[in-house]
């Protein structure tokens, strides 16, 4: 396990807030977080000037922003942001799980979005910080977490269109309750035939706001059809397997072999598929990142060589994918056996976040 405590290059200063959440209300939204919905007592910021870089470190209250209404971010959507969590182990230490693989990520963002790149040192530090002053509200329960939520914003106060000279970053944090309170359930998607996510040379690889804004409209057409997800093809040929609206995608075959779509450019890098093409390879299975057409999976699927599916991401760890529907298909059988490998996946990767299997690669990083 990595403790590394090089010193940052900046120092923080820290504000405590005059009017924590009482003991009380926080032990009753701890009980029952759901997701997103209820934030801590602090937040991390960090400034940025095109003649300062960046400066200011600081944990002040949580709290709304004052944004000029000419702010670069309102307009032309410069925005990046992050996810991961920050998992209490049993003997109460506060640990959260590859962070310089996001801050690393964020800094990506950032160059394609050009907005400024944050030291991973200094991405590191401010999850740190964020946590220390909030530490209370880690919460304890098995499955749960306290999501956190860095993201940087261009806040120059100016309509031209160019990168803005001035930028601000900020982290956030929000307990997060066991995703599948009732156990884990095979969840159903929507092949998205009329919208596509990313195309080459967009922002597909970048975790922009922008790129969620996008997905919504077909977000709604899968709720529409009954389903949570979305499932987006290639742009180009609108025939290959790219992945869902925030969360990576992998297939099963019946000789053990998991099948993801290869990195092209227009997905997003996710640090869970990474962990578990990993973990899978650790334990005998082939993987393979390739293209992957629509029909692959279908005739896979009707042929019995595909036998699983599941989409990954921070947020919900492992999703068991139940059912592929589209306008005029559907296949897959929702009230399948729970998925094997799958499931084991998603246990041992659980395992090893919550402190419960050995940290055999250093992924987790103490934060308090
Ligand atoms: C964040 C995200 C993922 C998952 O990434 P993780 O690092 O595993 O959380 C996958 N796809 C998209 C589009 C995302 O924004």
């Not at 922003?65 to 410069?78: F, I, K, M, N, R």
């Not at 261009?154 to 900020?170: C, K, P, T």
Request: aromatic share 8%; hydrophobic share 40%; glycine share 8%.
């Amino acid at each position: 396990m990595s403790t590394d405590t090089a010193q940052p290059s900046l120092a923080f200063s820290i504000k405590r807030t005059a009017h924590p959440r009482p003991d009380g209300e926080r032990a009753d939204i701890l009980v029952n977080p759901g997701f997103g919905k209820y934030f801590t007592d602090h937040m991390a910021a960090i400034d940025w000037s095109a003649e300062q870089g960046w400066h200011d470190a600081r944990i002040q209250p949580y709290g709304p922003l004052q944004l000029d209404p000419a702010s670069s971010v309102l307009h032309y959507g410069q925005e990046i942001f992050e996810g991961l969590k920050a998992y209490r182990h049993a003997d109460g230490s506060v640990w959260t799980f590859r962070p310089e693989a996001n801050g690393a990520r964020l800094q990506r963002s950032a160059h394609r979005l050009a907005l400024p790149e944050l030291p991973v040192d200094l991405f590191v530090e401010s999850i740190r910080q964020l946590v220390q002053a909030d530490q209370a509200w880690v919460p304890s329960a098995p499955e749960t977490s306290l999501y956190l939520r860095p993201f940087t914003i261009a806040n120059e106060s100016f309509l031209g269109v160019r990168a803005a000279q001035r930028a601000a970053y900020y982290v956030i944090a929000s307990p997060a309750g066991a995703y599948f309170a009732k156990g884990v359930a095979p969840v159903s998607i929507w092949l998205s035939s009329d919208y596509t996510r990313a195309g080459r040379g967009g922002t597909g690889a970048a975790k922009c706001g922008g790129n969620y804004a996008a997905s919504l409209l077909p977000q709604q057409e899968a709720y529409a059809n009954g389903c949570s997800q979305v499932l987006f093809l290639d742009a180009v040929e609108n025939k290959y397997l790219e992945e869902l609206g925030g969360m990576n995608l992998f297939l099963v075959r019946k000789d053990g072999t998991l099948l993801t779509p290869a990195l092209s450019g227009s997905i997003l890098e996710g640090v869970t598929r990474a962990s578990i093409i990993q973990l899978a390879r650790d334990r005998g299975h082939a993987v393979e990142e390739r293209r992957i057409s629509i029909d692959d999976w279908r005739e896979g699927v009707a042929s019995g060589d595909i036998v699983e599916a599941f989409a990954c991401g921070t947020a919900a760890v492992v999703t068991p994918i139940g059912q592929l529907k589209g306008h005029d298909f559907a296949v897959g059988d929702l009230d399948a056996p729970a998925d094997k490998v799958t499931l084991a996946l998603r246990q041992e990767l659980t395992d090893i976040q919550h402190g419960r299997a050995p940290d055999r690669y250093g992924w987790l990083t103490r934060l308090a």
